[in-house]
């Protein structure tokens, strides 16, 4: 394979170890062994040593959600995550691509979107009307949020909006290369779309509101030599500021709830304290087993295309996390997570952002 060195050393590394193999949320989810670290270092290894077909080990590169909990949970310091992201690239080089991954892709390349979406809900369309003017400030939504959960984009919007905040929201935002990188990884076509993104992006406060979108500004931007003209900020951390500002006041309530870290804020980014800092504020925090860098992922929509019901599983694992520890509502800062808990039905899930309007004083 036309990987890296280092990732041929992470995947001859970990071919053995079953050092992570409890924290993937994906092979909880299936009980199989094929999807921890492990089993998929093993697989690439004999790919690597040419005893099977790059092809064969396509769909299993494919089920791995890369939330980094294999790479958290090392102590040896390698990253499984890097090398699967690698040959995720080597396969899309090839033109091995499995048929539902190029489905995706298609749909990015038709609709800038990867669910092949090409209208906002009425609600948030008159939403982002209202945002329409240009300012210094932007807030992001992303294409989760935009097409898959309108109602979290429209919570967000009249968040900022009760709390006093000029802002404006984009019409036709683009692509920020979230879904390209975790599809086919560092191929030209993220960089372009990444540049585009950036380019685009003509503000000095760049509120991220879907925290996939704020590990790539932040991160994987700066990491590509991406310059943004502004400065990116998550949604939660703006909040955050706000409420150490004095900027809003939070009433707080009985209820007891839980917050589901984000693998992107709280791994990507470590950002944790600013969802804590105003929820508390709002209502008795009580603590998941697993939080904060340790979090476990609770959904995936771009995954759920192809492989729903394994997470729907994950999701169900993270609803029994949350009840094992005798609250009622789950308090979520990505739209993805949100619409696959909402979807679970085992307990109440509720968006940071609708906990927060619920509670602004004045």
Known sequence: MLISNKSKEIIDSCRFCWMCRHICPIGNATGQERN??????????LVERGAEPLSEA?????????????????????????????????????????????????????????????DY????????RRHSAKTDTLLFLGKDAVY??????VGAIKLLEAAGVEFTVLENEPDSGFAMNFLVGAAEETKAAMTACAEALDFGTIIAYDPADAKTFIRDYKEWDIPLKGKAVTFTAFVGELLEKGSIKLKKGDMVCTVQDNYNLSRELEEYLPIRNVISSCANVKEMLLYNKDTMLAGNLIMNEYMPEIIKTVAHDRVVNALNVGVGVIVTESPAEYKMLAADGGIEVRTFEEVVSECLQG
Do not use: F
């Open 36 to 45: 921890t670290a492990r089993a998929r270092a093993l697989s690439l290894s």
């Open 121 to 128: 809900s009425d609600e948030l369309k008159e939403a982002v």
């Open 148 to 153: 898959m959960a309108p109602e979290c984009a």
């Open 58 to 118: 396509a769909d299993n590169v494919y089920e791995c959600a890369l939330c980094g909990a294999c790479t958290k949970e090392c102590a040896t310091g390698w990253d499984p995550v890097q090398s699967t992201r690698e040959v995720r690239l080597e396969l899309a080089m090839n033109g091995e691509t499995p048929d539902y991954i190029n489905k995706l892709l298609d749909n990015i390349e038709k609709t800038g979107n990867v669910y092949g979406k090409t």
